[in-house]
């Protein structure tokens, strides 16, 4: 299988996500108003996220924000459509080039 083009549209850069963002799509998750911010990174990116299993699997990374606690979590949708969160220790970050 290979990496499809990163997306136009559907993510959230430089700024946190709200419920209008979610419901439109735009967004995967909203921490409701009490986001310290978005994290500081290249979005829209490819990555690999590591399930439960140790499993890895190939994603694009749509959204980054810092919880109140200082945990970083990361909106994902995977390759075949599904949307999805994680922290980000979860994922292996590859940059918007399309990797091999």
Do not use: C
């Not at 290979?2 to 946190?16: D, M, N, Q, Y």
């Not at 890895?56 to 969160?85: C, S, W, Y």
Request: net charge negative; no cysteine.
């Amino acid at each position: 299988m290979t990496w499809p083009e990163l997306p136009a549209s559907g993510f959230i850069e430089g700024r946190v996500a709200t419920k209008a963002d979610v419901e439109s799509g735009q967004a995967i998750f909203s921490m409701d108003g009490q986001s310290l911010g978005p994290v500081e990174m290249e979005i829209p990116q490819y990555a690999m996220w590591r399930d439960d299993q140790g499993n890895e699997h190939r994603v694009i990374v749509v959204q980054a924000e810092e919880a109140p606690n200082g945990m970083q979590f990361v909106g994902f949708k995977t390759l075949d459509g599904q949307d999805m969160a994680a922290t980000l220790p979860e994922l292996r970050l590859l940059g918007s080039s399309k990797p091999d």
